[in-house]
Protein backbone atom coordinates (compact mmCIF):
# COMPACT_ATOMS: atom_id res chain seq x y z
CA UNK A 1 0.00 0.00 0.00
CA UNK A 2 2.99 2.20 1.06
CA UNK A 3 4.57 1.47 -2.27
CA UNK A 4 0.88 2.64 -3.82
CA UNK A 5 1.39 6.01 -2.22
CA UNK A 6 4.90 6.38 -3.79
CA UNK A 7 3.82 5.19 -7.56
CA UNK A 8 0.48 7.74 -7.81
CA UNK A 9 2.59 10.26 -6.48
CA UNK A 10 4.96 9.93 -9.02
CA UNK A 11 2.34 9.41 -12.20
CA UNK A 12 -0.02 11.61 -11.32
CA UNK A 13 3.39 14.53 -10.54
CA UNK A 14 4.28 13.03 -14.38
CA UNK A 15 0.95 13.44 -16.02
CA UNK A 16 0.17 16.73 -14.67
CA UNK A 17 3.81 18.56 -14.73
CA UNK A 18 3.44 19.80 -11.23
CA UNK A 19 6.03 18.97 -8.08
CA UNK A 20 6.69 16.04 -6.60
CA UNK A 21 5.99 17.42 -3.31
CA UNK A 22 2.77 19.32 -3.93
CA UNK A 23 1.32 15.60 -4.84
CA UNK A 24 2.64 14.57 -1.49
CA UNK A 25 1.22 17.60 0.19
CA UNK A 26 -2.51 16.69 -1.75
CA UNK A 27 -2.25 12.70 -0.48
CA UNK A 28 -1.75 14.43 3.08
CA UNK A 29 -4.94 16.55 2.98
CA UNK A 30 -7.01 13.48 1.34
CA UNK A 31 -5.65 11.00 4.67
CA UNK A 32 -6.17 14.22 7.09
CA UNK A 33 -10.19 14.58 5.03
CA UNK A 34 -10.48 10.91 5.68
CA UNK A 35 -9.60 10.80 9.01
CA UNK A 36 -11.23 13.76 10.45
CA UNK A 37 -14.48 12.29 8.74
CA UNK A 38 -13.37 8.62 11.39
CA UNK A 39 -13.00 10.58 14.30
CA UNK A 40 -14.80 13.90 14.23
CA UNK A 41 -15.48 16.88 12.01
CA UNK A 42 -13.92 19.51 14.26
CA UNK A 43 -10.36 17.47 15.18
CA UNK A 44 -7.70 19.15 13.56
CA UNK A 45 -5.82 16.61 12.03
CA UNK A 46 -2.45 15.76 10.77
CA UNK A 47 -1.05 13.28 8.44
CA UNK A 48 2.71 13.31 7.43
CA UNK A 49 3.75 10.89 4.79
CA UNK A 50 7.58 9.73 4.68
CA UNK A 51 8.56 10.70 1.02
CA UNK A 52 10.35 7.55 0.60
CA UNK A 53 9.16 4.82 1.97
CA UNK A 54 5.78 5.67 1.73
CA UNK A 55 4.84 5.06 5.29
CA UNK A 56 2.26 8.19 6.74
CA UNK A 57 1.51 8.87 10.31
CA UNK A 58 -1.43 10.59 11.51
CA UNK A 59 -1.70 13.33 14.47
CA UNK A 60 -3.94 15.18 16.17
CA UNK A 61 -3.38 18.80 17.20
CA UNK A 62 -4.77 21.25 19.49
CA UNK A 63 -3.76 25.20 19.43
CA UNK A 64 -2.15 25.99 23.16
CA UNK A 65 -4.50 28.96 24.17
CA UNK A 66 -3.90 31.55 27.43
CA UNK A 67 -5.94 30.21 30.38
CA UNK A 68 -7.31 33.70 30.92
CA UNK A 69 -7.84 34.49 26.75
CA UNK A 70 -11.21 35.34 26.24
CA UNK A 71 -11.10 33.56 22.94
CA UNK A 72 -11.09 30.08 23.89
CA UNK A 73 -13.42 28.21 22.63
CA UNK A 74 -13.27 24.50 22.90
CA UNK A 75 -11.40 22.08 23.92
CA UNK A 76 -11.76 20.03 20.52
CA UNK A 77 -9.19 21.21 18.70
CA UNK A 78 -7.67 24.22 21.60
CA UNK A 79 -5.69 23.10 24.74
CA UNK A 80 -5.35 25.67 28.07
CA UNK A 81 -1.65 27.16 28.62
CA UNK A 82 -2.10 25.51 32.31
CA UNK A 83 -2.93 21.87 31.08
CA UNK A 84 -0.68 21.43 28.04
CA UNK A 85 2.34 22.63 30.39
CA UNK A 86 1.72 19.20 32.29
CA UNK A 87 2.92 17.12 29.61
CA UNK A 88 5.16 19.53 28.06
CA UNK A 89 6.87 22.64 30.32
CA UNK A 90 7.95 24.37 28.04
CA UNK A 91 4.96 25.02 25.96
CA UNK A 92 3.98 28.86 25.10
CA UNK A 93 0.21 30.11 23.71
CA UNK A 94 0.16 29.98 19.80
CA UNK A 95 2.44 26.64 19.85
CA UNK A 96 1.13 23.24 18.29
CA UNK A 97 0.75 20.17 20.30
CA UNK A 98 0.29 16.90 18.41
CA UNK A 99 -0.53 13.12 19.61
CA UNK A 100 -0.33 10.21 17.53
CA UNK A 101 -3.56 8.53 16.06
CA UNK A 102 -4.19 5.54 15.10
CA UNK A 103 -3.81 6.25 11.19
CA UNK A 104 -6.68 5.48 8.36
CA UNK A 105 -6.14 2.64 6.37
CA UNK A 106 -5.46 4.05 2.61
CA UNK A 107 -7.23 1.69 0.83
CA UNK A 108 -10.30 2.33 2.95
CA UNK A 109 -10.53 5.73 2.01
CA UNK A 110 -13.37 7.26 -0.31
CA UNK A 111 -11.92 6.49 -3.96
CA UNK A 112 -14.18 9.45 -4.54
CA UNK A 113 -13.11 11.46 -1.73
CA UNK A 114 -9.54 11.24 -2.23
CA UNK A 115 -9.78 12.09 -5.42
CA UNK A 116 -11.43 15.52 -5.59
CA UNK A 117 -9.47 16.52 -2.53
CA UNK A 118 -6.46 15.65 -4.95
CA UNK A 119 -7.30 16.79 -7.72
CA UNK A 120 -8.76 20.12 -6.09
CA UNK A 121 -4.90 21.07 -4.86
CA UNK A 122 -3.53 20.13 -8.16
CA UNK A 123 -5.87 22.42 -9.67
CA UNK A 124 -4.92 25.10 -7.32
CA UNK A 125 -0.83 24.20 -7.87
CA UNK A 126 -1.29 24.67 -11.80
CA UNK A 127 -3.70 27.81 -11.18
CA UNK A 128 -0.64 29.32 -8.94
CA UNK A 129 2.01 28.20 -11.73
CA UNK A 130 0.20 29.53 -14.46
CA UNK A 131 0.32 32.76 -12.71
CA UNK A 132 3.62 32.58 -11.75
CA UNK A 133 5.20 31.87 -15.66
CA UNK A 134 2.84 34.69 -17.16
CA UNK A 135 2.25 37.18 -14.46
CA UNK A 136 5.27 39.43 -16.00
CA UNK A 137 4.07 38.77 -19.48
CA UNK A 138 1.45 41.00 -19.67
CA UNK A 139 1.70 43.57 -22.72
CA UNK A 140 2.96 40.96 -24.57
CA UNK A 141 1.33 39.11 -27.72
CA UNK A 142 0.41 35.38 -27.56
CA UNK A 143 -0.83 33.15 -29.88
CA UNK A 144 -3.06 29.93 -29.26
CA UNK A 145 -5.79 27.38 -30.99
CA UNK A 146 -9.10 27.87 -30.02
CA UNK A 147 -10.39 24.99 -27.80
CA UNK A 148 -14.09 26.09 -27.63
CA UNK A 149 -16.08 28.79 -27.63
CA UNK A 150 -18.27 29.91 -24.78
CA UNK A 151 -21.47 32.44 -25.35
CA UNK A 152 -19.19 34.25 -27.36
CA UNK A 153 -16.13 33.78 -25.44
CA UNK A 154 -12.94 31.97 -27.29
CA UNK A 155 -11.02 29.67 -24.58
CA UNK A 156 -7.53 29.09 -26.15
CA UNK A 157 -5.23 26.35 -25.53
CA UNK A 158 -1.71 27.98 -25.56
CA UNK A 159 0.53 24.49 -24.59
CA UNK A 160 1.46 23.24 -21.39
CA UNK A 161 -1.90 22.49 -20.15
CA UNK A 162 -2.34 26.33 -19.76
CA UNK A 163 -5.60 28.06 -21.13
CA UNK A 164 -6.58 31.69 -21.84
CA UNK A 165 -9.50 33.65 -22.69
CA UNK A 166 -10.80 36.04 -25.15
CA UNK A 167 -13.64 37.39 -23.17
CA UNK A 168 -16.54 38.39 -25.62
CA UNK A 169 -16.33 42.07 -24.96
CA UNK A 170 -12.88 41.61 -26.35
CA UNK A 171 -13.29 39.92 -29.02
CA UNK A 172 -13.74 41.91 -32.73
CA UNK A 173 -17.53 41.80 -33.65
CA UNK A 174 -18.91 39.72 -36.15
CA UNK A 175 -15.31 37.60 -36.80
CA UNK A 176 -15.77 34.24 -38.09
CA UNK A 177 -13.55 32.05 -35.53
CA UNK A 178 -14.10 28.11 -35.08
CA UNK A 179 -12.43 25.80 -32.84
CA UNK A 180 -9.07 24.30 -33.92
CA UNK A 181 -8.28 28.31 -35.28
CA UNK A 182 -4.92 29.70 -34.36
CA UNK A 183 -5.83 33.30 -32.83
CA UNK A 184 -3.61 36.15 -32.01
CA UNK A 185 -4.09 38.50 -28.89
CA UNK A 186 -2.73 40.79 -26.52
CA UNK A 187 -2.30 39.83 -22.46
CA UNK A 188 -3.95 42.30 -20.62
CA UNK A 189 -4.50 40.06 -17.04
CA UNK A 190 -2.92 37.68 -15.28
CA UNK A 191 -4.25 36.97 -11.82
CA UNK A 192 -6.04 33.71 -9.73
CA UNK A 193 -9.02 32.82 -10.59
CA UNK A 194 -11.67 30.88 -8.39
CA UNK A 195 -12.65 29.21 -12.00
CA UNK A 196 -11.42 29.03 -14.98
CA UNK A 197 -8.66 30.80 -17.24
CA UNK A 198 -6.70 32.65 -15.13
CA UNK A 199 -5.10 34.49 -18.61
CA UNK A 200 -7.35 37.25 -20.24
CA UNK A 201 -6.84 38.26 -23.67
CA UNK A 202 -7.87 40.60 -26.18
CA UNK A 203 -8.34 41.46 -29.30
CA UNK A 204 -9.83 45.28 -29.43
CA UNK A 205 -7.68 47.26 -26.88
CA UNK A 206 -5.61 49.79 -28.97
CA UNK A 207 -2.46 48.36 -27.26
CA UNK A 208 -3.11 44.80 -29.10
CA UNK A 209 -3.03 47.19 -32.78
CA UNK A 210 0.36 48.76 -31.16
CA UNK A 211 1.77 45.76 -30.47
CA UNK A 212 0.96 44.12 -34.21
CA UNK A 213 2.73 47.20 -35.90
CA UNK A 214 5.65 46.75 -33.73
CA UNK A 215 6.35 43.12 -34.94
CA UNK A 216 5.52 44.44 -38.73
CA UNK A 217 7.65 47.51 -38.81
CA UNK A 218 11.53 47.41 -37.72
CA UNK A 219 11.93 50.68 -37.10
CA UNK A 220 9.60 50.84 -34.19
CA UNK A 221 11.06 47.79 -32.62
CA UNK A 222 14.14 49.70 -33.48
CA UNK A 223 12.97 52.85 -31.77
CA UNK A 224 13.50 55.17 -34.82
CA UNK A 225 9.49 55.61 -34.77
CA UNK A 226 7.57 56.21 -31.56
CA UNK A 227 3.99 55.29 -31.41
CA UNK A 228 2.54 58.26 -29.56
CA UNK A 229 -1.19 56.36 -29.36
CA UNK A 230 -4.19 54.66 -31.05
CA UNK A 231 -7.90 54.45 -31.12
CA UNK A 232 -10.06 51.79 -32.41
CA UNK A 233 -13.69 50.46 -33.76
CA UNK A 234 -12.96 46.84 -33.19
CA UNK A 235 -13.29 45.41 -36.85
CA UNK A 236 -14.20 48.46 -38.64
CA UNK A 237 -11.75 51.58 -38.37
CA UNK A 238 -8.68 52.50 -36.27
CA UNK A 239 -6.12 55.49 -36.06
CA UNK A 240 -2.60 55.42 -34.87
CA UNK A 241 -0.20 58.71 -34.30
CA UNK A 242 3.11 58.26 -35.28
CA UNK A 243 6.33 59.95 -34.65
CA UNK A 244 9.58 59.64 -36.20
CA UNK A 245 12.66 59.99 -34.24
CA UNK A 246 15.18 60.65 -37.12
CA UNK A 247 13.70 63.56 -39.48
CA UNK A 248 14.91 62.01 -42.38
CA UNK A 249 12.80 58.96 -41.74
CA UNK A 250 9.12 59.13 -43.35
CA UNK A 251 6.96 57.68 -39.75
CA UNK A 252 3.88 57.21 -42.45
CA UNK A 253 5.40 55.43 -45.61
CA UNK A 254 7.64 53.30 -42.87
CA UNK A 255 3.99 51.90 -41.31
CA UNK A 256 2.70 51.37 -44.76
CA UNK A 257 5.60 49.56 -46.26
CA UNK A 258 5.77 49.13 -49.92
CA UNK A 259 2.64 48.76 -51.78
CA UNK A 260 1.09 49.05 -48.12
CA UNK A 261 1.99 45.72 -47.62
CA UNK A 262 2.89 46.84 -43.74
CA UNK A 263 -0.17 48.06 -43.24
CA UNK A 264 -2.08 45.29 -44.56
CA UNK A 265 -0.99 42.38 -42.42
CA UNK A 266 -2.27 43.98 -39.60
CA UNK A 267 -5.28 45.35 -40.95
CA UNK A 268 -5.55 41.21 -41.77
CA UNK A 269 -5.04 40.29 -38.06
CA UNK A 270 -7.93 42.67 -37.33
CA UNK A 271 -10.23 41.06 -39.76
CA UNK A 272 -10.11 44.02 -42.28
CA UNK A 273 -9.95 47.14 -39.88
CA UNK A 274 -8.97 50.11 -41.62
CA UNK A 275 -6.10 52.16 -40.45
CA UNK A 276 -5.23 55.17 -40.74
CA UNK A 277 -2.11 56.36 -39.63
CA UNK A 278 -1.42 59.71 -38.28
CA UNK A 279 1.71 61.65 -38.22
CA UNK A 280 1.95 63.24 -34.43
CA UNK A 281 2.78 66.84 -33.73
CA UNK A 282 3.91 68.58 -30.67
CA UNK A 283 1.21 71.49 -32.03
CA UNK A 284 -1.91 70.09 -30.99
CA UNK A 285 -4.01 71.88 -33.09
CA UNK A 286 -1.96 70.42 -36.07
CA UNK A 287 -2.28 66.81 -34.38
CA UNK A 288 -6.05 67.35 -34.75
CA UNK A 289 -6.11 68.40 -37.91
CA UNK A 290 -4.02 65.42 -38.72
CA UNK A 291 -5.86 62.99 -37.09
CA UNK A 292 -9.17 64.07 -38.93
CA UNK A 293 -7.88 62.99 -41.95
CA UNK A 294 -9.45 62.26 -44.32
CA UNK A 295 -11.29 65.42 -44.03
CA UNK A 296 -9.86 68.61 -44.68
CA UNK A 297 -10.14 71.03 -42.14
CA UNK A 298 -10.70 74.66 -42.82
CA UNK A 299 -10.30 75.82 -39.74
CA UNK A 300 -9.84 75.04 -35.90
CA UNK A 301 -10.47 77.28 -33.09
CA UNK A 302 -8.95 76.52 -29.65
CA UNK A 303 -10.61 76.54 -26.44
CA UNK A 304 -8.01 75.58 -23.55
CA UNK A 305 -10.18 75.57 -20.56
CA UNK A 306 -12.90 73.68 -21.67
CA UNK A 307 -10.21 71.64 -23.65
CA UNK A 308 -11.85 71.23 -26.72
CA UNK A 309 -11.35 72.50 -30.03
CA UNK A 310 -14.29 73.72 -32.84
CA UNK A 311 -13.25 72.26 -36.51
CA UNK A 312 -14.74 73.76 -39.80
CA UNK A 313 -14.71 71.69 -42.91
CA UNK A 314 -16.52 72.73 -46.12
CA UNK A 315 -20.09 71.82 -46.21
CA UNK A 316 -19.62 68.85 -48.67
CA UNK A 317 -16.92 67.55 -46.97
CA UNK A 318 -18.99 67.31 -43.47
CA UNK A 319 -20.36 64.13 -43.33
CA UNK A 320 -16.91 62.68 -44.51
CA UNK A 321 -15.57 64.46 -41.56
CA UNK A 322 -18.10 62.96 -38.44
CA UNK A 323 -17.68 59.79 -40.19
CA UNK A 324 -20.32 56.88 -40.20
CA UNK A 325 -22.29 57.12 -36.77
CA UNK A 326 -19.71 59.46 -35.91
CA UNK A 327 -16.83 57.19 -36.02
CA UNK A 328 -14.33 59.31 -37.33
CA UNK A 329 -14.33 62.51 -35.44
CA UNK A 330 -14.92 59.96 -32.30
CA UNK A 331 -11.31 57.74 -33.37
CA UNK A 332 -9.97 61.26 -33.59
CA UNK A 333 -11.02 62.76 -30.27
CA UNK A 334 -10.12 59.31 -28.68
CA UNK A 335 -6.28 59.30 -30.10
CA UNK A 336 -6.01 63.16 -29.71
CA UNK A 337 -7.68 63.51 -26.06
CA UNK A 338 -9.30 66.65 -27.01
CA UNK A 339 -13.36 66.58 -27.02
CA UNK A 340 -14.41 67.79 -30.87
CA UNK A 341 -17.01 69.86 -32.23
CA UNK A 342 -17.19 69.62 -36.23
CA UNK A 343 -19.42 72.07 -38.06
CA UNK A 344 -19.17 73.73 -41.86
CA UNK A 345 -17.31 76.60 -42.48
CA UNK A 346 -20.74 78.43 -42.71
CA UNK A 347 -22.06 77.47 -39.11
CA UNK A 348 -18.34 78.08 -37.20
CA UNK A 349 -18.99 82.12 -38.92
CA UNK A 350 -22.00 82.36 -37.81
CA UNK A 351 -20.81 80.65 -34.07
CA UNK A 352 -17.42 83.51 -34.36
CA UNK A 353 -20.07 86.57 -34.92
CA UNK A 354 -21.93 85.41 -32.29
CA UNK A 355 -19.30 85.40 -29.84
CA UNK A 356 -18.04 88.50 -31.04
CA UNK A 357 -21.06 90.49 -30.35
CA UNK A 358 -21.29 88.81 -27.24
CA UNK A 359 -17.41 90.27 -26.22
CA UNK A 360 -18.67 92.96 -27.42
CA UNK A 361 -21.53 93.47 -25.70
CA UNK A 362 -19.69 92.37 -22.26
CA UNK A 363 -16.93 94.98 -22.67
CA UNK A 364 -19.77 97.42 -23.25
CA UNK A 365 -21.77 97.00 -20.60
CA UNK A 366 -18.65 96.01 -18.21
CA UNK A 367 -16.24 98.53 -19.06
CA UNK A 368 -18.43 101.29 -20.11
CA UNK A 369 -17.10 102.09 -23.24
CA UNK A 370 -18.73 102.80 -26.91
CA UNK A 371 -18.80 100.08 -29.71
CA UNK A 372 -16.20 100.83 -31.21
CA UNK A 373 -13.27 100.18 -28.56
CA UNK A 374 -15.18 97.62 -27.43
CA UNK A 375 -14.78 95.68 -31.06
CA UNK A 376 -10.77 97.03 -30.94
CA UNK A 377 -10.08 95.11 -28.14
CA UNK A 378 -11.87 91.64 -29.34
CA UNK A 379 -10.50 92.09 -32.47
CA UNK A 380 -7.02 92.27 -30.95
CA UNK A 381 -7.84 88.57 -29.15
CA UNK A 382 -8.98 89.93 -25.52
CA UNK A 383 -11.91 87.53 -24.65
CA UNK A 384 -11.99 88.45 -20.63
CA UNK A 385 -11.74 91.60 -18.15
CA UNK A 386 -8.88 89.57 -16.56
CA UNK A 387 -6.75 90.16 -19.60
CA UNK A 388 -7.37 93.42 -19.65
CA UNK A 389 -6.59 94.02 -16.51
CA UNK A 390 -3.33 92.17 -15.88
CA UNK A 391 -1.57 91.25 -19.23
CA UNK A 392 1.74 93.38 -19.58
CA UNK A 393 0.97 96.97 -21.11
CA UNK A 394 3.30 96.52 -24.06
CA UNK A 395 0.79 94.35 -25.52
CA UNK A 396 -1.50 96.95 -25.37
CA UNK A 397 0.46 99.85 -26.33
CA UNK A 398 0.83 97.64 -29.36
CA UNK A 399 -2.45 99.07 -30.31
CA UNK A 400 -2.42 101.74 -32.45
CA UNK A 401 -5.96 102.94 -31.84
CA UNK A 402 -5.26 103.25 -27.88
CA UNK A 403 -2.95 106.14 -26.52
CA UNK A 404 -1.44 106.00 -22.75
CA UNK A 405 -4.80 107.45 -21.38
CA UNK A 406 -7.32 105.45 -23.10
CA UNK A 407 -4.86 102.45 -21.97
CA UNK A 408 -4.89 103.53 -18.22
CA UNK A 409 -8.25 104.03 -18.07
CA UNK A 410 -9.18 100.64 -19.25
CA UNK A 411 -6.95 98.50 -17.01
CA UNK A 412 -8.32 100.79 -14.24
CA UNK A 413 -12.16 100.27 -15.04
CA UNK A 414 -11.51 96.64 -15.34
CA UNK A 415 -9.59 96.10 -12.32
CA UNK A 416 -12.52 97.95 -10.31
CA UNK A 417 -15.14 95.70 -11.75
CA UNK A 418 -13.13 92.86 -10.63
CA UNK A 419 -12.78 94.04 -7.33
CA UNK A 420 -16.07 94.28 -6.86
CA UNK A 421 -17.33 91.31 -7.90
CA UNK A 422 -14.43 89.69 -5.68
CA UNK A 423 -15.89 91.77 -2.72
CA UNK A 424 -19.29 90.66 -3.57
CA UNK A 425 -18.47 87.11 -4.01
CA UNK A 426 -16.82 87.76 -0.49
CA UNK A 427 -19.94 89.11 0.99
CA UNK A 428 -21.99 86.37 -0.10
CA UNK A 429 -19.60 83.57 0.96
CA UNK A 430 -19.18 85.39 4.59
CA UNK A 431 -23.28 85.23 4.89
CA UNK A 432 -22.92 81.52 4.71
CA UNK A 433 -22.99 79.47 7.94
CA UNK A 434 -21.93 76.12 8.26
CA UNK A 435 -24.50 74.17 10.24
CA UNK A 436 -23.31 72.89 13.97
CA UNK A 437 -23.20 68.80 12.77
CA UNK A 438 -20.23 70.18 10.30
CA UNK A 439 -18.68 72.59 12.85
CA UNK A 440 -18.39 69.82 15.18
CA UNK A 441 -17.35 66.85 13.21
CA UNK A 442 -14.31 69.19 11.46
CA UNK A 443 -13.35 70.31 14.63
CA UNK A 444 -12.06 73.80 12.97
CA UNK A 445 -14.39 76.92 12.87
CA UNK A 446 -12.54 78.29 10.27
CA UNK A 447 -12.13 75.41 8.04
CA UNK A 448 -16.13 74.87 8.58
CA UNK A 449 -16.77 78.03 7.43
CA UNK A 450 -14.14 77.28 4.05
CA UNK A 451 -16.51 74.54 3.42
CA UNK A 452 -19.90 76.76 4.02
CA UNK A 453 -18.45 78.55 1.63
CA UNK A 454 -17.97 76.54 -0.77
CA UNK A 455 -21.64 75.16 -0.53
CA UNK A 456 -20.83 72.07 2.41
CA UNK A 457 -22.85 73.61 4.65
CA UNK A 458 -24.06 70.20 6.51
CA UNK A 459 -22.10 66.95 7.45
CA UNK A 460 -24.28 65.69 4.81
CA UNK A 461 -22.95 67.68 2.14
CA UNK A 462 -19.40 66.64 3.30
CA UNK A 463 -20.41 62.87 3.10
CA UNK A 464 -21.45 63.47 -0.42
CA UNK A 465 -18.02 64.84 -1.44
CA UNK A 466 -14.93 62.82 -2.69
CA UNK A 467 -11.53 63.12 -1.18
CA UNK A 468 -9.80 65.23 -4.33
CA UNK A 469 -13.12 66.99 -4.68
CA UNK A 470 -12.62 68.28 -0.41
CA UNK A 471 -8.81 68.61 -1.55
CA UNK A 472 -9.45 71.50 -3.70
CA UNK A 473 -12.03 73.12 -1.31
CA UNK A 474 -9.45 73.03 1.78
CA UNK A 475 -5.93 72.00 0.87
CA UNK A 476 -5.39 69.15 3.45
CA UNK A 477 -3.44 65.33 4.04
CA UNK A 478 -5.44 63.06 1.63
CA UNK A 479 -5.91 60.73 4.85
CA UNK A 480 -7.01 63.62 7.09
CA UNK A 481 -9.76 64.53 4.28
CA UNK A 482 -10.52 60.86 3.65
CA UNK A 483 -10.90 60.17 7.41
CA UNK A 484 -13.26 63.27 7.39
CA UNK A 485 -15.60 62.13 4.78
CA UNK A 486 -16.14 58.66 6.45
CA UNK A 487 -16.98 60.02 9.54
CA UNK A 488 -19.45 62.26 7.94
CA UNK A 489 -20.91 59.22 6.29
CA UNK A 490 -20.79 57.69 9.97
CA UNK A 491 -18.63 54.97 8.38
CA UNK A 492 -15.62 56.10 10.68
CA UNK A 493 -14.98 57.05 14.68
CA UNK A 494 -14.15 60.68 14.98
CA UNK A 495 -10.44 61.21 15.18
CA UNK A 496 -9.15 59.93 18.63
CA UNK A 497 -11.58 57.47 19.28
CA UNK A 498 -12.12 53.95 18.69
CA UNK A 499 -14.40 52.79 16.71
Known sequence: ????????????????????????????????????????????????????????????????????????????????????????????????????????????????????????????????????????????????????????????????????????????????????????????EVGPQPRGPQLLMSRTRPEYLIELFKIEVPEIAQGLIEIKGAARDPGLRAKIAVQAKDKRIDPVGACVGMRGSRVQSVSNELAGERIDIVPWNENVAQFVINAMSPAEVESIVVDEEAHAMSIAVAEEKLAQAIGRGGQNVRLASELTGWTLNVMTAEEAEANKEQETESLVKLFQDQLDVDADIAHILVQEGFTSLEEIAYVPEEELHSIAEFDEQVIEELRRRSRDVLLNKALVTAERAAAVKPADDLVALVGDEALAYKLAAAGVVTREDLGDLATDELLEIAPMDEAHAADLIMQARGLAAPSGEQA
Do not use: C
Open 1 to 188: MNKNILLMAEVVSNEKEVDREIVFQSLEAALASASREHYGADWDVRVAIDRTTGDYQTFRRWTVVDDEDPEFQSSVHQVLLARAQIEKPDVQPGDIIEKPLESVDFGRIGAQKAKQVIFQRLRDAERARTVELYKDRVGELLTGLIKRLERGAAILDLGSNVEAVVPREHMIPREPVRPGDRLKGYLF
